[in-house]
């Protein structure tokens, strides 16, 4: 009897399915302990370098004054929140074969998972503007971001991300579920879960797209135009300093690729899914939170000369 017909026979008397089957990134028990080893390395990685840049920008005065680096505290904050959403519950799932999460732990993954990556888009759009001010108007840059406008885009980030995933959470919570229960991911996520539901799913389908798929699009397209106008505004106006812009902004840029393609190829296309789709929720979920310590503190000079105070200071042991 399979994993999927046991989680069908859990129904109540009113036939909802308690609980999802999921059937995770491969069903070979000897490559599941491999990738068990590969992911935990990942995932005590994203730990560690997103740990260590908010601690690096809280110690630092300097930094923390940033209005760059205060959003990025916050940004590594944000990553360091969203692995635990997914990543925990997948490295226990690679050490048993039954791979199930309760409807409301489902509900549950899907509602941080989307309050965490909406924060972090609108706030990605918001390290851009703070870019813009301080390479198009470089004399009033200070004036301009203040702490308490910092603050405010700060929170405005936090409330954005709660309306979109709440949200997502009304679109998943009112429809009917009687079977079948087999999600084709590691991870709870609209896509999948609606594909599941007892009844036509073309509206809420279109209303996902609208909500998260053209949310990606929207504020990647900004992101991209806003960077074209600092690269012009950097070739036709200023010479000194343009290589530490241009490295900021590259740094910048690598981040929103990394996190928006995936968001757009897995939110904006209802109706269809492709076996590719398991990468790009590795690369959302797992690698991307990974990698933003590595391009923000490996191309940075500020953070590099605060970490070896702070290992001066405390007598810690961080990479040099």
Known sequence: MSFGTLGLMKKGNDSRVTEFVLLGLSSSWELQLFIFLIFLLLYVAIVLGNLLIVVTVRADAHLLQSPMYYFLGHLSFIDLCLSCVTVPKMLGDFLQQNKTIGFLGCVAQIYFLHFLGASEMFLLTVMAYDRYVAICNPLHYLTIMNRQLCLQLVFACWCGGFIHSITQVILVIQLPFCGPNELDNFYCDVPQVIKLACMDTYVVEVL?????????????????????????????????????????????????????????????????????????????????????????????????????????????????
């Not at 690269?231 to 490295?247: E, H, M, N, P, V």
């Not at 740094?251 to 690729?257: E, K, M, Q, R």
């Not at 897995?266 to 959302?284: A, E, G, M, Q, T």
């Not at 923000?296 to 970490?307: G, Q, V, W």
């Open 208 to 320: 996902m797209v609208s909500n998260s798929g053209l949310l990606s699009l929207v504020c990647f397209l900004v992101l991209i135009f806003s960077y074209a106008i600092i690269l012009i505004t950097l070739r036709t106006r200023f010479r000194q300093g343009r290589s530490k812009a241009l490295s900021t902004c590259a740094s910048h840029l690598t981040v929103v690729s990394l996190i928006f393609v995936p968001c757009v190829f897995i939110y904006l296309r209802p109706f269809c899914s492709f076996s590719v789709d398991k990468v790009f929720s590795v690369f959302y979920t797992v690698i991307t939170p990974m990698l933003n310590p590595l391009i923000y503190t490996l191309r940075n000079a500020d953070m590099k000369i605060a970490m070896k105070k702070l290992r001066k200071a405390h007598g810690i042991l961080l990479p040099c």
